[in-house]
C-alpha cells in the first residue's frame, strides 16, 4: 500500500502575511471550513501572540472545527507559546508549532543569540509546550542555509524534549531539489532519533522551485508537507498545494504515496480564497488558472476531441473545476440551484443559499442562460458577506464625452434613505464618491478589478473593491451584466465589511511579522 504524506496548510497564517490577503475571522472560518471539507490534515489558522484579532481568530476556528489538526504559531519563548495555546485548547486536534532560527545570518543579525542559547531556547519552549499539548511541531527557520552540523545537534535535542514533528524549512525559497532532498535525508540519517518524529517540508517560491523542493523533500523520507491555497505567502509566495497534492496524485507511479484529499474540492477552495481576499488566480496557474483545461490550437483541440488524454493529464472534473454542462433559467428553482452548486463543491447554508437565489433570479431577468461560471461569481459575492448596514437602492449616473460625469446615489441604513451627488474623473469614480458622500464615510481605494464572468455580450460583470479606513482594509465583489452597478456593490460591500468588523481584527504585532 501506498504511504500517506500529511497535508498541512498554511493559508491563514503564512498565506495571510502576504500583502493584499488579511482576513477577519468570519472570513478565515469560512476559509478553514473550506480546508476541513478539502481534507487537509493540519490547519495552521494563525500566530496567536501577534493581536488580539489574530487570537480570536485562532480560537473560532478551534472552536468550530472539527477533524483536521488546529495549529498555532508560536516563537521559542514563553510567552508566545501560551498565547498559541490559549488559542489552539479549545481545538479537537490542538498543535502548538513552535520555531527558531538556525541559520548563522539569522543568529547573528537577528536572534543575536549564540548558538547554545538557540538549542536551549528551542528544548525550553518545546517542553513547555508538551506540558500544554501531546502535540508539538518544531521548526528550523532558515533551515536551508544552516550548517549541517549544528542543524541535526538542534533537531536531536527538539525530538528528545518531546516535538513530534520537525520541519526543515526553505525559509528564503534559496535551494534548488537536489539541494534539499539531500538535507532531508541526510538530518534524518544521522539524528539517531530522527524515527520518533515526522519530518516536514515547508517551501518558498522566491527561485519558482517550492513544489519542485517540497516533492524532492518527500522522496527523501518527509512524510507533511506544507503548502497554502493557490500558493499564496510571503515574498513569492508558498508551494501550491493543489500542485503538490496532483502531482503525488497524477504520478502515483513514480512517488508511490497518497494523501487524504479530496481533490474535488481544489477549485471550490481556489475561488473562495480569490472571492475572499479579491486577488485573481494568474490565468496559466497550474490546475485552477483559467486557462489549465484550456485549449486553443488546432492541433490541440484535434487531439482532445478525439481523446481529451492526448493533452490533458487530469480530467476538470477530478479537481472540481465547472463545466457548463449544466445550464439554468429563470424557470430553476432552489432545489436546482443547490444541486447545481453541490456538483461544483459548494455547500452553503440556508442563509446563504437565500442570498445567492435571490441574486440568481434578478440575474434570469437579466440574462437567458445562467452558466457555472455566473454560479460561481454569484457565490464568491457572498462568501463571508457582512450584515448589510448600507443597502444600494438606486443610482443614476451621466457621462458625455465633453463633460465632467456626474453620479447620484441613493443608499438605505437603519430604514434612513440618504443621498448624495458627485462627479469624478469618470463613471466609476463619480460613483464612488457619490456612494462615500451619502454614507457619509471617508475611504480610500486601495485597489479595483473589472472582469467578466463568463463570454458573451450579456456576460456578468465581476467587480472587486478594496477599501481601506486608515488602519483596516477590506474586500467587496459585486456582480452584474451592468459592470457600473457591479462596480456600486463591490464598493458598498467593502464598506460595509468596514463597518462591521471589529478594529481588533486587523490589529497588526508591533515589530512586525514572525517569520519568513
Not at 443610482?395 to 460625469?405: I, K
Request: glycine residues 8%; hydrophobic residues 40%.
Amino acid at each position: 500500500m501506498s504511504e500517506r504524506v500529511y497535508i498541512f496548510d498554511t493559508t491563514l497564517r503564512d498565506g495571510e502575511q502576504a500583502p493584499g490577503f488579511s482576513m477577519t475571522p468570519q472570513e478565515k472560518l469560512e476559509i478553514g471550513q473550506a480546508l476541513a471539507r478539502l481534507g487537509v490534515d493540519v490547519i495552521e489558522s494563525g500566530f496567536p501572540i501577534a493581536s488580539p484579532g489574530d487570537l480570536a481568530a485562532v480560537q473560532l476556528l478551534a472552536r468550530e472545527i472539527r477533524g483536521p489538526v488546529i495549529a498555532g504559531l508560536a516563537r521559542a519563548n514563553a510567552k508566545d507559546v501560551e498565547a498559541a495555546w490559549e488559542g489552539v485548547r479549545p481545538a479537537e486536534r490542538p498543535r502548538i508549532h513552535t520555531f527558531i532560527a538556525t541559520s548563522p545570518i539569522h543568529m547573528e543579525v537577528k536572534l543575536k543569540m549564540s548558538p547554545d542559547e538557540v538549542v536551549e531556547a528551542a528544548r525550553a519552549a518545546i517542553r513547555l509546550a508538551r506540558q500544554r499539548c501531546g502535540d508539538v511541531e518544531f521548526s528550523c527557520e532558515d533551515a536551508s542555509r544552516s550548517e549541517i552540523d549544528f542543524l541535526c545537534r538542534v533537531v536531536e535535542a527538539a525530538i528528545a524534549a518531546g516535538a513530534t514533528v520537525i520541519n526543515l524549512p526553505d525559509t528564503v525559497g534559496y535551494a534548488t531539489p537536489l539541494e534539499y532532498g539531500r538535507l532531508i535525508r541526510t538530518v534524518r540519517e544521522r539524528v539517531p532519533n530522527a524515527d520518533k518524529a515526522i519530518f516536514s517540508v515547508h517551501c518558498h517560491d522566491d527561485l519558482g522551485l517550492a513544489v519542485a523542493n517540497s516533492l524532492a523533500g518527500v522522496e527523501a523520507g518527509a512524510r507533511q508537507v506544507e503548502s497554502t491555497i493557490n500558493g499564496i505567502g510571503e515574498r513569492a509566495g508558498n508551494a501550491a498545494l493543489e500542485e503538490v497534492v496532483m502531482a503525488l496524485a497524477t504520478r502515483r507511479d513514480n512517488y508511490r504515496l497518497k494523501t487524504g484529499i479530496d481533490a474535488t474540492q481544489i477549485f471550490p477552495s481556489s475561488r473562495l480564497l480569490a472571492g475572499i481576499t479579491g486577488v485573481e488566480v494568474q490565468p496559466n496557474k497550474a490546475i485552477v488558472g483559467a486557462n489549465a483545461f484550456a485549449h486553443e490550437a488546432g492541433i490541440h483541440q484535434h487531439g482532445v476531441l478525439s481523446d481529451p488524454r492526448t493533452y490533458e493529464i487530469m480530467t476538470p472534473e477530478s479537481v472540481g473545476v465547472p463545466t457548463n454542462r449544466l445550464v439554468l433559467g429563470k424557470h430553476s428553482g432552489r432545489h436546482a440551484l443547490v444541486h447545481a452548486l453541490e456538483q461544483i463543491g459548494f455547500v452553503l447554508n440556508d442563509e446563504e443559499i437565500r442570498r445567492v437565489f435571490e441574486r440568481f433570479k434578478a440575474l434570469c431577468d437579466r440574462k437567458k442562460r445562467v452558466e457555472m461560471g455566473d454560479l460561481v461569481a454569484l457565490v464568491q459575492e457572498n462568501f463571508a458577506a457582512p450584515p448589510e448596514t448600507y443597502k444600494l437602492i438606486s443610482f443614476r449616473v451621466a457621462s458625455a464625452s465633453d463633460e465632467p460625469p456626474q453620479a447620484s446615489v441613493r443608499l438605505e441604513r437603519e430604514g434612513e434613505v440618504f443621498v448624495a451627488e458627485a462627479s469624478g474623473d469618470g463613471p466609476v469614480d463619480a460613483l464612488f464618491a457619490a456612494i462615500q458622500g451619502a454614507s457619509r464615510r471617508t475611504l480610500s481605494l486601495v485597489d479595483y478589478s473589472l472582469r467578466a464572468a463568463t463570454g458573451g455580450s450579456d456576460a456578468l460583470g465581476e467587480a472587486i473593491c478594496k477599501l481601506s479606513d486608515g488602519q483596516r482594509t477590506a474586500t467587496g465583489r459585486g456582480n452584474s451584466t451592468d459592470v457600473i452597478e457591479a462596480s456600486a456593490l463591490a464598493y458598498v460591500a467593502a464598506m460595509n465589511k468596514l463597518v462591521h468588523e471589529p478594529s481588533a481584527a486587523a490589529e497588526i504585532v508591533s515589530g512586525g511579522k514572525p517569520w519568513q
